[in-house]
């Protein structure tokens, strides 16, 4: 049975007053059945692993290095995550693969070093309004589980995320249908290339404009084993919307 997962990805937003969110969170949430997993920016990364020290809520980066140490100014490393108190990471966002020309190769080098530390990689996919539009959907979204996903990946250490990006911070979100076909369409792809006992047991997160009042209903979709959330994870209590309602799912 696959655990399911709310995580928030606060992007670059954030100060030290920010971790009270994070421990109001905690708080509220002391036995949750499910996972709930937050990723700060960097600065805030040790400091929120304090936070949520001897909690059910865990923490992650939002991006990482595919080497382990050198010549990188800027960059972090998977290992500096686990020292800061990390156990995931989300990569290959949409923003990083427009903002930074992140390719899937770029993507996989990363996941393999995560992977290699220890960490959860978060590898997301999801296509664009005009690829949506030109019924390219799938097939971009298979291209980008082939470039982006190591070979070494279990259910352990793997996480996909469906995040279009049309729906990321607009308002705008897919039909449930839609959302189905995309998760059902990921499903069967990580079955036929790592078998049916990892392919089963990776999970599947949903995200693009996840909100309280739509929640319940895209949880109810077919293989959405949680979600990734953006703006509505910065405030505890409106992550906490979206937890409760991934916990009556």
Not at 29 to 56: G, K, Q, W
Not at 86 to 99: C, F, K, N, P, T
Not at 117 to 126: P, R
Not at 151 to 156: K, R
Request: glycine share 12%; aromatic share 4%.
């Amino acid at each position: 049975m696959r655990r399911k997962l709310a995580a928030g990805n606060w992007k670059m937003n954030g100060t030290t007053a920010a971790l009270s969110e994070l421990e109001a969170l905690a708080r509220a949430y002391p036995t949750p059945s499910i996972d709930v997993l937050i990723c700060p920016p960097a600065t805030l990364l040790h400091r929120a692993a304090e936070v949520v020290r001897d909690t059910e809520v865990t923490v992650g980066g939002q991006n990482c290095h595919a080497a382990t140490a050198g010549a990188h100014t800027g960059d972090i490393s998977a290992d500096m995550l686990v020292d800061a108190g990390a156990s995931a990471v989300i990569l290959g966002h949409s923003e990083r693969r427009e903002d930074h020309g992140e390719q899937n190769e770029d993507v996989r080098a990363k996941a393999r070093a995560a992977m290699d530390a220890g960490l959860k990689a978060i590898i997301c996919v999801g296509e664009s309004l005009e690829q949506r539009e030109a019924a390219n959907t799938l097939d971009i979204i298979g291209g980008q589980m082939s470039g982006s996903i190591p070979d070494q990946s279990t259910g352990e250490n793997l996480i996909v995320a469906y995040e279009p990006i049309w729906a990321i911070g607009t308002g705008k979100v897919p039909t449930l249908n839609e959302i189905g076909e995309v998760h059902d369409f990921i499903r069967n792809r990580l079955e036929r290339r790592f078998g049916e006992g990892v392919g089963r047991s990776v999970r599947l997160l949903y995200g693009g404009s996840v909100k309280p009042s739509n929640a319940e209903d895209i949880f109810g979709v077919s293989n959405v084993d949680g979600a990734l959330v953006g703006g509505a994870s910065l405030k505890a209590q409106d992550f906490s919307g979206i937890i409760d309602a991934l916990l009556k799912a």
